[in-house]
């Protein structure tokens, strides 16, 4: 098996932006192509306005997040939101720089319900300098099966989350709901402190998804995910020398949903953490800056991964494994990257006796044309 990724940008004065990723793959019996990203981004005053497919990562987790992630394709979407953060009226100087983001994205036809829509919502806000805090919901709706949606019916489903709680008198406003708040905290020359860095960032996020019955903003138990991270900087006052630490959970009911049976999903992939339903994911990744232009990274990782699929009684897939990659900048404009990843799995894809290791070898060259 063998592919190739090609990317291109556009830039029309300082409002318009044209961006193309097309992919290729192939082997010895097919060979196919695929717009992998794309999109059109308009700029005016301090509001971006984007159509086309586009990854979302919502959250401050490197291997995963509780509402968005890259784990599953780029979505088809229009999405509109602040360029750069803002003050609010009146409230600014207490909240700080805020940015706010909305948007709606039209899912695959084969699935529960066949073009099924998911729109997100976030806000941001950093208090203080050190501080940054965000909410964030998502919600799938509708379908092209009846019942469905009438237009004007499209605010209540996106602002009222229980509105799907009655699936037998309120059928059309079917909805799977998920929340998620997040936390960045930053501090300075903590080594004064005895702590082995100079720098460090906390960070954590806490989700949910809709409960039914007028519960939605309670979070249940049975409902509830969390990701907390620890991230070392300057680790043993050596300059270009970090640490990251991050562990995530979900819950039984995390990502699944009894009307949208395939759960919060798209073809293959859970579109927020890759651990999926009732999952646990440990990360562990040190980078060292051994040069100015070369950074080498190592990584370990063990993950359980459970199925957002309604109802699944099959097994867990389990992952232990490491890698180390390398990233290198030459001739100014060109970087080089390349990382090999070993895991040994057990119920691969989620099917028991599916055993084995797992290799991935992954190569980039970038040029950058600025």
């Not at 059109?40 to 509001?47: D, E, P, S």
């Not at 059928?171 to 005895?194: H, P």
């Not at 994911?281 to 232009?293: G, Q, W």
């Not at 370990?300 to 990659?325: C, H, Q, Y």
Request: charged content about 25%.
């Amino acid at each position: 098996n063998g592919g190739a990724t090609f990317e291109s940008r556009a830039q029309i004065g300082d409002f318009l932006t044209l961006y193309v990723q097309p992919e290729f793959q192939g082997n010895e019996e097919f060979a196919a192509g695929r717009l992998a990203s794309g999109y059109a981004k308009l700029t005016l005053y301090n509001v971006e306005l984007l159509v086309g497919r586009d990854s979302l990562w919502w959250g401050p987790g490197l291997h995963g997040s509780l509402i968005f992630s890259n784990n599953a394709p780029p979505l088809d979407q229009i999405r509109i939101g602040a360029a750069e953060p803002f003050l609010l009226p009146w409230i600014g100087e207490w909240v700080g720089p805020t940015k706010l983001l909305l948007f709606l994205a039209q899912l695959e036809e084969r699935r529960d319900h066949n073009r099924a829509k998911l729109a997100g919502m976030r806000g941001t806000i950093a208090p203080f300098s050190f501080l940054e805090l965000g909410i964030s919901r998502a919600v799938q709706f509708d379908g092209d099966d009846r019942p469905r949606l009438a237009a004007k019916d499209y605010p209540e489903a996106l602002f009222r989350p229980d509105a799907g709680d009655d699936p037998i008198g309120e059928a059309r406003f079917r909805s799977n709901n998920v929340f998620a708040i997040d936390a960045d905290l930053r501090l300075r020359n903590v080594d004064r402190y005895f702590l082995p860095a100079k720098d460090l960032r906390l960070y954590g996020e806490f989700g949910w998804d809709d409960t039914c019955c007028e519960s939605n903003f309670i979070p249940l138990r049975e409902a509830i995910s969390g990701l907390i991270g620890l991230h070392l900087l300057g680790v043993f006052g050596q300059e270009g020398l970090e640490a990251r630490f991050e562990y995530a959970e979900t819950s039984g009911l995390s990502f699944a949903h009894s009307q949208f049976r395939s759960g919060y999903w798209t073809p293959g992939e859970v579109i927020s953490h890759f651990i999926g339903t009732e999952g646990q994911d440990y990360f562990a990744r040190v980078t060292n800056r051994l040069t100015p232009n070369l950074m080498l990274g190592l990584e370990l990782n063990r993950a359980v991964i459970g199925s957002t699929v309604s109802g699944f009684v099959g097994p867990k897939e389990r992952r232990v494994g490491g890698g180390i990659d390398l990233s290198w900048r030459f001739f100014e404009r060109y970087s080089l990257f390349g990382a090999y990843r070993l895991a040994d799995v057990t119920n691969r894809n989620l099917r028991s006796g599916d055993d084995g290791l797992d290799h991935l070898l992954r190569i980039e060259l970038t040029r950058s044309f600025r």
